[in-house]
C-alpha cells in the first residue's frame, strides 16, 4: 500500500500535537473572560480576549484530527487495523466513562450555580446526573461529553477507519496517491478551502457544531475527513514536501484572513451582519481554517526533525491534561471570581494553576501506573515454592 509502509517516529506531529492540546488551556482560558458565552462567565468581556478565540477556534480541532489520522496511519505500520481499534479503545473510553461520572459534573455544577442561582448540595446533584440525568430549572436535561467530545469522536473515527481500512482496501491502495497528487502546486491550498467553504455555507447553517454524536452531522463531515485525509497523507512524501515549500504563501494568507474576521467580528455584532457579510466571513474562515493547517504543518515539517526530551515527555501527558483542564479552569476562575479577582491577571493564574493542577495528576498517574505495573510484574513470583 501507497502508505503503510513502515512510518517512523514524526516528532514534528508530536510537536504540534503537543501544542494545539496546549493552546486548548489558553483558549478555554479566554473565553471565561470574552464577550462569548460560555459555561462560566468570569466576568471581563475583553476583546483580547476575543482574538485569541478568532484565531484559533477556526482550525484547532480540524488539526488535531489529522494528525490524530497520521498517528492512527504510523499505529497502523506496526498493528493491524483491528489491533489499532483496540488500542485506541483502551486509550480513550476509560478516560471518557471516567470523565463523565467525575470530571464534567462539577464542571456543570458551577454553571448552574453561576447562571441561575443553583442552590442544591454537590452530592446530592451527583447523584442525580449519574443516575438518569439532571433537569435544571427551564426543563432542560443537563448532561453531555462537554469538552471530552473529542474522545468520543476519535473513538468513532477510529473504528469507522478500521471497517473501511478491512471493507474497501483500494481507498488505501490507492487513495493516498490519489490525494497527494491532487492536493499539488496551487491545488494543496485550492481544493481544500473550495471543499470547507461549501460545507460551511451548505451545512453549517442547517445543522451547526452540536458537540451531539447524533446530531453534529457538519462537523462529523468535516472532523472525519481531516482524520482520514492525515490517515491518506501520512506517508505521501510529495504531500509534505508540497506542504513545506507553500508554507510561507499559505502563512501570509492565514494572516491576511486573521486581520479581516477579527477586524469585523470584534466590531460589528453578529445580529447586525447582513447576509451577504455571514456568507463572506464563512469563506474567509474557510480560507484561514486550512492555511492556517497547512503552514503550521510545513513550519514544524521543516524545522522539528529531531526528538526533544520535552516533547517526548507532553506528548505523553497530553491526554490527562485534556481530560482534567477544563474543569480545572472553570473551578480556578469560580474562586478567583468569588474573591474579586478581575481580568487580566485572573486570566494568566487561570492559565498558570490549571497547568500545574494537570502536571501534578499527570505525575501521580504516572507514578502509581508504576507501581501497578512493578506489583503486577512481581505478582507471580510469590506463588513460586
Not at 474562515?285 to 521543516?302: D, E, H, K, N
Amino acid at each position: 500500500m501507497a502508505n503503510e509502509g513502515r512510518i517512523g517516529r514524526r516528532h514534528d506531529v508530536d510537536f504540534l500535537r503537543v501544542c494545539a492540546f496546549g493552546l486548548l488551556i489558553v483558549y478555554h482560558s479566554s473565553i471565561l473572560y470574552s464577550s462569548r458565552g460560555w459555561l462560566h462567565q468570569a466576568g471581563g468581556e475583553s476583546w483580547f480576549f476575543d482574538l485569541i478565540s478568532i484565531g484559533s477556534h477556526p482550525w484547532r480541532m480540524s488539526l488535531l484530527f489529522f494528525l490524530s489520522g497520521v498517528v492512527t496511519a504510523a499505529l497502523t505500520s506496526r498493528r493491524s487495523p483491528g489491533e489499532v481499534r483496540l488500542f485506541r479503545s483502551r486509550q480513550l473510553l476509560p478516560p471518557l466513562l471516567i470523565g463523565m461520572l467525575v470530571i464534567i459534573p462539577p464542571q456543570i455544577y458551577i454553571t448552574l450555580k453561576m447562571q441561575s442561582g443553583f442552590s442544591m448540595p454537590y452530592l446530592q446533584f451527583w447523584w442525580s446526573y449519574v443516575t438518569g440525568g439532571f433537569i435544571d430549572a427551564s426543563g432542560r436535561e443537563v448532561g453531555s461529553f462537554a469538552h471530552l467530545w473529542f474522545l468520543a469522536y476519535l473513538w468513532v473515527y477510529t473504528a469507522l477507519w478500521a471497517l473501511l481500512h478491512r471493507y474497501a482496501p483500494a481507498l488505501f491502495l490507492r487513495g493516498g496517491a490519489w490525494l497527494s497528487k491532487t492536493l499539488h502546486g496551487v491545488g494543496l491550498l485550492y481544493w481544500p478551502v473550495l471543499y470547507l467553504a461549501v460545507l460551511r455555507l451548505a451545512l453549517f447553517p442547517a445543522f451547526g457544531e452540536t458537540l451531539n454524536p447524533v446530531t453534529d452531522w457538519y462537523a462529523h463531515i468535516v472532523y472525519f475527513s481531516f482524520f482520514l485525509a492525515g490517515a491518506l497523507l501520512a506517508g505521501q512524501e510529495d504531500f509534505w514536501d508540497a506542504v513545506v515549500a507553500h508554507r510561507k504563501m499559505a502563512l501570509t494568507i492565514a494572516l491576511a484572513c486573521f486581520v479581516v474576521l477579527a477586524a469585523i467580528v470584534t466590531t460589528i455584532p453578529a445580529a447586525e451582519r447582513p447576509a451577504l457579510l455571514v456568507t463572506a466571513l464563512r469563506v474567509c474562515r474557510s480560507v484561514f481554517q486550512w492555511t492556517a493547517i497547512v503552514a503550521l504543518l510545513g513550519y514544524a515539517r521543516r524545522f522539528i526533525r529531531h526528538s526533544n526530551p520535552v516533547v517526548m515527555y507532553l506528548n505523553r501527558a497530553v491526554l490527562t491534561y485534556y481530560v482534567l483542564h477544563q474543569t480545572v479552569l472553570v473551578l480556578v476562575a469560580y474562586w478567583l471570581q468569588q474573591h474579586g479577582m478581575q481580568p487580566p491577571w485572573a486570566f494568566g493564574v487561570v492559565v498558570v494553576v490549571t497547568c500545574a493542577v494537570c502536571a501534578i495528576a499527570y505525575e501521580l498517574q504516572r507514578r502509581l501506573l508504576s507501581v501497578a505495573s512493578f506489583l503486577g510484574r512481581e505478582q507471580p513470583q510469590l506463588g513460586v515454592t
